[in-house]
């Protein structure tokens, strides 16, 4: 069984910052791709970032210079730095990873989605 947990989402005055965190667990063998995704009201699911096995990231342009993504593999957790958050920031915040596990006597990948944290920020 494998979860992916986020957490340190909140509410936070325009121009603040905060870190999210998604911690994975369970019969893991490795992950690859890592990524944040985010949904505000009334809108689509879309990308903040990536971050590849190899450490390569990716970011949407509308938070590149302000968010960072990186991960701790000995941890198995990914990170968001959102720093000069705006009004627009305001959405539910998912943990996306590509995750080969532990199945019967071999292995699987698939892609795993956490339960989401709400990031609300006030102008």
């Known amino acids: 069984q494998v979860q992916l947990v986020e957490s340190g989402g909140g509410l936070v005055q325009a121009g603040g910052s905060l870190t999210l965190s998604c911690a994975a667990s369970g019969s893991i063998i490795s992950i690859n791709r890592m990524a944040w995704y985010r949904q505000g009201p009334g809108k689509q699911r879309e990308l903040v970032a990536e971050?590849?096995?190899?450490?390569?990231?990716n970011y949407a342009d509308s938070v590149k210079g302000r968010f960072t993504i990186s991960r701790d593999n000995a941890k198995m957790t990914l990170y968001l730095q959102m720093n000069g958050l705006k009004p627009e920031d305001t959405a539910d915040y998912y943990c996306?990873?590509?995750?080969?596990?532990?199945?019967?006597?071999?292995?699987?990948?698939?892609?795993?989605w956490g339960q989401g944290t709400q990031v609300t920020v006030s102008s």
């Open positions: 971050i590849l096995g190899g450490g390569t990231t």
């Open positions: 996306n990873a590509y995750i080969r596990y532990m199945r019967g006597s071999g292995s699987d990948q698939t892609v795993y």
